[in-house]
């Protein structure tokens, strides 16, 4: 069963900046396209950022130049990194990963005051 336990959110002053983590069990996933997505209140859920099997990477224009996705294959591991935040990045934000079809772990949530 794959699970996924996403960690780093929390309240940051604009400008600021926090690394979300989301750590992955059930197997090995070196292989599985992975990526973080966010939803503010009232509006969709949006993809931020993905990498593939081979880490290529690509982000949504609004975050583009601010957060950097990596990931530790080691440790199953998938973050990002957010730099110069802004208060539209409040949202909860989400980890998902492609095994056969798509999990979510449950979410952290990020506040960016101004």
């Known amino acids: 069963q794959v699970q996924l336990v996403e960690s780093g959110g929390g309240l940051v002053q604009a400008g600021g900046s926090l690394r979300l983590s989301c750590a992955a069990s059930?197997?090995?996933?070196?292989?599985?396209?992975m990526a973080w997505y966010r939803q503010a209140p009232g509006k969709q859920r949006e993809l931020v950022a993905a990498?593939?099997?081979?880490?290529?990477?690509n982000y949504a224009d609004s975050v583009k130049g601010r957060f950097t996705i990596s990931r530790d294959n080691a440790k199953n591991t998938v973050y990002l990194q957010m730099n110069s935040l802004k208060p539209d990045d409040t949202a909860v934000y989400y980890c998902?990963?492609?095994?056969?079809?798509?999990?979510w772990g449950q979410g952290t949530p990020v506040t960016v005051s101004s």
């Open positions: 998902m990963i492609v095994v056969r079809r798509a999990y």
């Open positions: 059930g197997s090995s996933f070196s292989n599985n396209y």
């Open positions: 990498i593939t099997r081979g880490s290529n990477t």
